[in-house]
């Protein structure tokens, strides 16, 4: 059975060695999708080091994928380093096309890169595909432009649903959009028709009419997708969380330090039979986010 799970380079407290040595372990038990995300991956300096690493699995090695979600604001620099080293796809996080709305959402950041990052990953061969966290009040009304702009660009485009990870400022009930919302409201500019494509992840495809990309809908909430996941996701802590609802995780670090390659595959086969059957996520005036860990400590 495929199985694919995540590695988020956020910090140094595992080795580019101990982390290759985890994903070999984990693939030598089926998984064969990793992902590198974050945070952002491409600010750790070893990161194409790791890429080559693990791409070496690729090929017949028991690794059919090896993709990453990034910001592309380091993408220019990176992108044909990260096609040497065998990612053929990536997710690049994009909320908005509006230079001012997309600095409100990451606070500072520049769309001209972002853009100038996207075309660097497709002059490498790298295919793309856009991820939208579509939020009430800031982008909501930007959907349809930004699929017709995926459209001219040969991007895929995912719309996510804002899940609730980490305390925050404002009520999340204030920003919650419900994707069969924007999904009717799509379907009054585009056509849209049901299509079986998977990635491995949760989002369900319908093909765009005229434009050949498609568009995913990634909906925690208002369609769970838990019965059909299958990922597990690996901090550089060496944390390993086994559902990005729940806080319950396994050191892995420690198993490799303390005991080597015994007491990590000692670990793993007790954590992975663990995996929850579903998150807690709930959007509710006034509730607690399901977990305390942002996004950015786990990815998505």
């Known amino acids: 059975m495929s199985e694919a799970m995540t590695f988020l380079p956020r910090n140094r407290l595992l080795s580019l060695e101990e982390i290759a040595v985890i994903a070999e372990r984990f693939v030598a038990r089926g998984i064969d999708k990793i992902r590198l995300s974050g945070g952002e991956p491409l600010v750790r300096r070893d990161v194409t080091d790791l890429c080559r690493r693990l791409g070496r ?11 990453m979600t990034t910001n592309a604001t380091r993408l220019r620099d990176h992108a044909p380093a990260l096609a040497d080293a065998g990612i053929r796809r990536i997710n690049v996080s994009l909320d908005s096309l509006d230079p001012a709305t997309f600095r409100y959402v990451t606070r500072h950041g520049d769309i001209a890169q972002v853009l100038d990052g996207i075309a660097a990953a497709r002059d490498a061969a790298i295919a793309v595909k856009i991820n939208m966290v579509v939020l009430k009040g800031l982008n909501e009304d930007q959907v349809g432009d930004m699929l017709a702009w995926c459209g001219r ?11 609730p990870l980490g305390a925050i400022d404002e009520d999340r009930t204030d920003r919650f959009v419900p994707l069969t919302r924007v999904f009717e409201t799509l379907g009054q500019r585009f056509t849209l028709t049901r299509d079986q494509h998977r990635t491995g992840g949760p989002a369900r495809y319908w093909r765009v009419g005229g434009q050949g990309n ?57 954590a992975l039979p663990r995996k929850p059957a579903a998150h807690d996520f709930r959007i509710e005036a006034g509730a607690a986010p399901a977990v305390t860990r942002h996004m950015s400590v786990t990815g998505g």
């Open 57 to 67: 699995m690729l090929d017949g090695g028991g690794l059919s994928e090896l993709t």
């Open 153 to 163: 660009e040969g991007h895929d485009l995912s719309l996510i649903e804002t899940m």
């Open 214 to 270: 498609r568009l995913g809908l990634i909906s925690p909430l208002t369609e769970n997708f838990c019965a059909g996941c299958n990922r597990v996701r690996l901090t550089t802590e060496g944390k390993l969380y086994l559902c990005l609802g729940h806080d319950d995780h396994v050191d892995l670090k420690d198993a490799l330090r303390t005991g080597g390659i015994d007491a990590l595959d000692a670990a793993l086969d007790a």
